[in-house]
């Protein structure tokens, strides 16, 4: 007999501060909003720049990714999808921006009320212009990294669509213990920033089957927004150390 539903229905979930400058907000997004959300990331998804696998030194990650904005490869940002069909990026939409901006005004309320650490000055409209969106098909997972390639201090927003996810919060001096493991749900937004924003973090693995039937996807997909504070057409393009870069699943 499947409990979660009615685990979810007897024990509403609370928003949480999972370490300091990282709060879950759970339900943050209402169903009608994750259905405008999917059908907004099925569109990004069409080529040209579209939904491509990313290959890794050492291997292919199991997590299929399109940006917006800005193009993501390992391990730096450029204008084109460079390891992909080589066309433009497709622009970041403002409303997504407006609702990171939500979502941490929302966790830094959240922080405050714990006592916790918050998030520095919130990002002012427009900041917001960059997101990666992930999909999880069955199987799939990412391993402990840390988002290095920004030149921002902004917090990270997270949302989450589909099959829940076992999310792993780390601390930023290592992959290695001590973490927090937090289930995502579809409609979760988490948000992490201030003391938070370089903590190693990681999906261990998702939950196949556990996605809202209304919602009408199968797998999970993750849209990270971000403030990159890179201007291209003046600043070289860098990567990451090794060290720093997504371990292949």
Known sequence: MDTGSQDQELFPRGPAVVAPGAVHLPGHLAAERQSELLAACRRWALPPAGLRTVRVRGGVMSVRQVGLGLHWYPYAYARTAVDGDGAPVKPFPEWLGEWARAAVRAAAEVAAAA????????????????????????????????????????????????????????????????????????????????????????????????????LGLTGRVNVTVRVSGLDLANEREGGATAEQRPRCP
């Open 115 to 214: 006592g916790g650490a918050g998030f520095g000055a919130d990002p002012a409209p427009g900041e917001y212009d960059v997101a990666l969106v992930n999909f999880y098909p069955e199987g799939a997972r990412m391993g402990m990294h840390r988002d290095l390639e920004e030149r921002s201090p902004a917090p990270v927003v997270s949302f989450s669509l589909g099959d829940a996810c076992v999310f792993r919060f780390g601390n930023t001096e290592s992959r290695g213990r001590p973490w927090r493991d937090t289930e995502l749900r579809s409609g979760d937004a988490f948000v992490f920033g201030g003391p938070a924003r370089l903590a190693y973090h990681a999906v261990p693995r998702t939950r196949p089957g556990t996605a809202p039937r209304a």
